[in-house]
């Protein structure tokens, strides 16, 4: 009798283990996915099967793709779990792909299909689509003009701002000469020493690179002196202590302590040195995103402006995600302190 208990005991436990494993695979489906997947899906009906207010090439094509997209995400949030497919990144991003359609329906409608926003000046989706097809040799010569002005000149930024942070937030007589400067002259935006920069440069491409990299130069040298004036005595007391030298203290104290507030620096100085590339093509150099959209405003081409935008802001956020990874990677040992 008691072995024929333990047997059912132990049937029974079986069951349960079974009945949860059975539970957590059906819990294993991602709502959110699905919610977005359902959401892509609705924008494609929206946009095939609701007539526009006046015809446009790509809306079957606007239509498909919003299809496509949402039937991906239902399949990766049925399948997805027990692919491991779902990652926690791609979990944290349910909402926006979510989000995501309803905000282009909503666009679709008040331009497309109603026509709420007068034109030329609000360009539906298919019309944005439509540049990218067309004009996408244009597009991608203008995307490549701008990186090989911006990366240069940025760098070229950074090895002078970061170089007089140091010696600024190092030695006293530097700061006596040096930190008035950057307060008189770091406030002035680049664009304003356009008209010297084309005088003194001999051609309109230096000019542009030498205003890009002061655009850098100067947050990057505030918030590194800052980061070095700032370090905390006791470390260089501590090292003095094991018989550092002044190179020691420079390169393995005071640089490592200061390098959060020169990260911070970094990323104040690209938004600056995008913008001032922006400035710069439109005036002098006659490629890249700025040209281009000093084009398109003229010849009212509003549909290939926001094309440009979009691709300028995919640029922007992928340097500055660029950043912020070289910023984990360098700073690991800090996580403990800081906020990622």
Do not use: C
């Amino acid at each position: 009798m008691a072995s024929v208990g333990s047997l059912s005991a132990e049937a029974a436990v079986r069951a349960r283990t079974a009945g949860s494993a059975a539970s957590e695979h059906r819990i294993a489906v991602w709502g959110a996915g699905v919610l977005a997947g359902l959401a892509w899906l609705a924008a494609a009906a929206t946009t095939a099967q609701w007539r526009d207010v006046m015809p446009w090439d790509r809306t079957p094509l606007l239509a498909t793709l919003e299809a496509v997209a949402g039937g991906m995400l239902i399949l990766i949030a049925v399948a997805g779990p027990q692919l491991n497919l779902v990652t926690e990144k791609l979990r944290a991003l349910g909402p926006w792909l979510a989000a995501l359609p309803a905000m282009l329906t909503v666009w679709e409608v008040v331009t497309a299909k109603l026509g709420l926003l007068p034109l030329p000046f609000f360009a539906p989706p298919q019309s944005i689509l439509q540049v990218y097809i067309e004009d996408w040799h244009r597009l991608g010569a203008s995307l490549l003009a701008s990186v090989v002005l911006l990366l240069p000149a940025y760098f070229l930024g950074i090895v002078a701002g970061f170089g007089a942070g140091i010696a600024i937030g190092w030695s006293r007589a530097v700061y006596y000469w040096g930190h008035p400067v950057l307060r008189f002259i770091g406030p002035l935006p680049a664009t304003a020493w356009l008209p010297l920069a084309f005088y003194f440069f001999s051609s309109n491409r230096t000019a542009s690179t030498f205003l890009i990299a002061l655009a850098t130069a100067f947050p990057v040298a505030i918030l590194t002196s800052s980061g070095v004036s700032s370090v905390n005595s006791a470390y260089y007391d501590i090292a003095r202590t094991l018989g550092a030298n002044k190179r020691f203290l420079v390169l393995k104290v005071a640089i490592p302590a200061a390098m959060p507030e020169v990260f911070v620096g970094l990323f104040m100085g690209l938004g600056s040195s995008f913008a001032v590339l922006v400035v710069a093509e439109m005036l002098g150099v006659k490629a890249g995103f700025g040209y281009y959209l000093q084009w398109a405003q003229g010849w009212a081409a509003y549909a290939n402006m926001y094309a440009a935008l979009l691709l300028m802001s995919l640029l922007f956020s992928g340097l500055i995600t660029l950043q912020f990874k070289v910023r984990n990677r360098l700073l690991a040992w800090q996580k403990g302190v800081l906020r990622w």
